[in-house]
C-alpha cells in the first residue's frame, strides 16, 4: 500500500502520541498527584505537554529506544500478534532497528521505517518479480517496468521505488505518481526524477540506480515485496550522437590520426518516437553488403510479460526463402566510389524480404565483393550508414578493442585500448558491454553494446539473444566469396572482427563518425 505524506505525518503523530503517554503512565506511579511531569527541570511542563525531557547538561541528552534487531523485533511481534486485542493495542509500538538503523513503530498491520518516506522492505506473503528487457540506458532512452508473480490474486495497489546502487535500504525513495502495475522510466529519468527525488543537483547524469516495487492487495492486509531489485546503469549523452573512444594514432586503411574513435550511442536502425528512444529497441540486423530495403527491419517484442525478448509476427513475415537467380539481381550496377559493383537484389517480390536458405543472399555474385566499403575500405554508397558515417572496418573493430594476441577476454588480456565491462544478459533481460574511453574512469565517454544475438540464415529465426551480440563490419573476406568479418561479444570474449563468417546472416550494424 502507498503511505502518503499526510497518514505518515498522522502515523507519526500516534507514535508520540503514544510514547508521551507510555511515559506519562510510568512517571504517575512515582508522582502520582501532578498531571504534566518535566523530568530534568524544577519548571512546570508546557500546558500543551504530558511529559517534557529537558536537560541543562549539553554533554546529555536525548532519548534511546529499545535496540532490536530484524529477529528480536519479530519475537515481539509474535508475542502481540496471539490475538486481535494484543495487536491492535500495540500500534505506536516503537523500537530502534539495529539492522536498518531507524526507528521504526507497529501501525497494526506492519513495521514503519521513520527513516525516510520509504515503506520497511518486511516480507508479509507472496512474491514479486520485475520485468524488463534491458539494465543498462541512455538518458535519451525510456523502458517499462512491469511487476509480475504470487501476489494472492487480488492485487490492487502498487508503488515504485528508486535509491542509487550501494545505498542502504533506508535510502529507498517513492518514485512521484508510479502507483501502477507497471512504472515507465522516462528519458532523462536521472536529471529529471532520480536527482530531484534525492535533492540532489549537478550536471553528470551518470547514475546506477535500483527499482523496486511494493504491493498491496485490495483490503490493504497483506504487503508483497518483490524478491529482488532491479539495477539500471544510466549513461549521459551529453547531448551527443556518439561517444570518444581511445583508439591507435595510425589505423589500417584510415585516414582517423586523431587517436579517437567516434562511434554511435545506438545500433543502427534505433528511431526515437515522441518519447524518446525505447531502450527495448536494439535497431535492425542486416545481412551483409545490403543496402537498407526493408530485409533489416525487426519488431523486437517479448512474448508475454516476464517471457524471452523475440520479434514481432510482421518481421516473421518479411522472409522468404532464396530461390533467385542471376537474372534476379542488378546485372548492369550503378557506378559506386571506387568501382564497387552494386549488385542488390532488383525481384520486386524479393528485394524488402530477409533471404533465408543459402549462406551467400547474393548467390549470383562471383566478383570482387565490395559492397559496404572498396578495396582500400572507403565508403561506398551501398553503406547503409547516414551521411558522415559509416560501417567500421574490421581494423577500427580492433583499435577500439585491441586486447593482446593471446587474450580475447577483456578480464583478461593486457594493453587494451578502452575498458570493456560486461552487464550481465539473459534472454529475458538484455545485457552486454560497457565500453569506457581509456581505462574506464571517464564515464563522459562510454557507449553501450547490447548483446541482442542475430537472425539466422537458415530460417529467419532470433538466435542466441541475451548470449553474444553480432556486429558487422564493412570488410569482406578475400579468401572467400560468401564471408565478411564481424565482431563477436559475449562475457567472457570479444572477438574484434578479426573472423569472418557468412554474409547471409542477420547481425547489427555500429555506425562509426567520419
Known amino acids: 500500500m502507498k503511505i502518503t505524506k499526510n497518514q505518515k505525518k498522522h502515523e507519526i503523530k500516534l507514535v508520540t502520541r503514544h510514547l508521551s503517554l507510555i511515559m506519562a503512565l510510568a512517571i504517575t506511579f512515582t508522582l502520582p498527584l501532578k498531571a504534566q511531569v518535566n523530568i530534568g527541570s524544577d519548571t512546570d511542563p508546557h500546558p500543551f505537554s504530558i511529559l517534557e525531557l529537558t536537560t541543562t547538561d549539553k554533554n546529555h541528552g536525548g532519548l534511546r529506544m529499545p535496540q532490536l534487531n530484524n529477529a528480536e523485533r519479530d519475537t515481539v511481534q509474535a508475542r502481540f500478534n496471539e490475538n486481535t486485542a494484543t495487536a491492535e493495542a500495540a500500534k ?6 539495529t539492522e536498518t538503523g531507524c526507528l521504526e513503530f507497529w501501525n497494526g498491520k506492519e513495521w514503519i521505517s521513520l527513516c525516510s518516506d520509504a515503506i520497511s522492505t518486511v516480507p508479509v506473503g507472496g512474491s514479486v518479480t520485475i520485468d524488463a528487457c534491458v539494465n543498462t540506458m541512455y538518458d535519451i532512452q525510456y523502458q517499462t517496468l512491469t511487476a509480475y508473480g504470487t ?18 535500504d533506508s535510502e529507498y525513495k517513492p518514485i ?7 512504472y515507465k522510466i522516462p528519458a532523462k529519468f536521472v536529471q529529471d526524477v532520480f536527482r530531484k527525488m534525492k535533492n ?11 527499482f523496486k516495487v511494493e504491493v498491496w492487495n485490495a483490503s490493504n492486509t497483506t504487503r508483497i515485496s518483490n524478491d529482488t531489485e532491479f539495477d539500471v546503469e544510466f549513461i549521459d549523452t551529453y547531448g551527443n550522437d556518439y561517444a570518444e573512444l581511445n583508439a591507435p594514432a595510425s589505423i589500417e586503411g584510415s585516414t582517423n590520426t586523431s587517436g579517437i574513435i567516434k562511434i554511435a550511442y545506438l545500433n543502427l536502425g534505433v528511431e526515437p518516437d515522441a518519447d524518446g528512444y525505447n531502450a527495448c529497441d536494439f535497431g535492425s540486423l542486416y545481412q551483409w553488403g545490403r543496402i537498407t530495403d526493408g530485409h533489416e527491419k525487426i519488431g523486437w517484442t517479448k512474448a508475454a510479460v516476464g517471457g524471452n ?8 513475415n518479411n522472409q522468404k526463402t532464396n530461390n533467385l537467380t542471376s537474372a534476379d539481381y542488378d546485372s548492369n550496377p550503378p557506378a559506386l566510389a571506387g568501382g564497387a559493383p552494386f549488385y542488390q537484389v532488383k525481384n520486386e517480390d524479393y528485394k524488402d524480404k530477409f533471404l533465408i536458405g543459402n549462406n551467400n543472399w547474393n548467390i549470383a555474385r562471383t566478383t570482387e565483393p565490395y559492397f559496404w566499403a572498396t578495396s582500400s575500405y572507403a565508403k561506398t554508397s551501398n553503406d547503409p550508414c547516414p551521411s558522415g558515417w559509416h560501417v567500421p572496418t574490421v581494423f577500427e573493430f580492433g583499435a577500439i578493442f585491441q586486447g593482446t594476441p593471446s587474450s580475447d577476454n577483456p578480464d583478461t588480456a593486457t594493453n587494451l585500448n578502452n575498458a570493456w565491462t560486461w ?5 529475458k533481460i538484455i545485457g552486454g558491454y560497457i565500453v569506457t574511453y581509456g581505462d574506464g574512469s571517464n564515464k563522459s565517454k562510454r557507449i553501450f553494446i547490447p548483446a541482442a544475438g542475430f537472425r539466422h540464415l537458415s530460417g529467419g529465426t532470433l538466435t542466441y539473444v541475451g548470449l553474444y551480440g553480432y556486429y558487422w563490419s564493412s570488410t569482406y573476406d578475400n579468401t572467400s566469396t560468401s564471408t565478411a568479418y564481424r565482431m563477436l561479444i559475449n562475457s567472457g570474449i570479444v572477438s574484434a572482427g578479426y573472423n569472418s563468417t557468412f554474409e547471409a546472416y542477420g547481425y547489427s550494424v555500429r555506425c562509426i563518425a567520419e
Not at 540532489?200 to 535500483?210: F, K, L, P, Q, R
Not at 525478448?309 to 516473421?316: G, M, N, P, R, S
Request: hydrophobic share 30%.
Open 92 to 97: 505506536g509500538l516503537v523500537i530502534y532497528n
Open 309 to 316: 525478448i523475440a520479434f514481432d509476427t510482421a518481421t516473421q
Open 151 to 168: 501476489t494472492g490474486g487480488d492485487a490492487t495497489q502498487w508503488q515504485w521505488y528508486a535509491k542509487r546502487r550501494g545505498e542502504n
Open 200 to 210: 540532489e543537483s549537478g550536471t553528470d547524469y551518470n547514475d546506477s540506480v535500483v
Open 176 to 182: 512521484p505518481g508510479a502507483t501502477a502495475v507497471s
Open 423 to 427: 552487464r550481465t544478459s539473459t534472454s
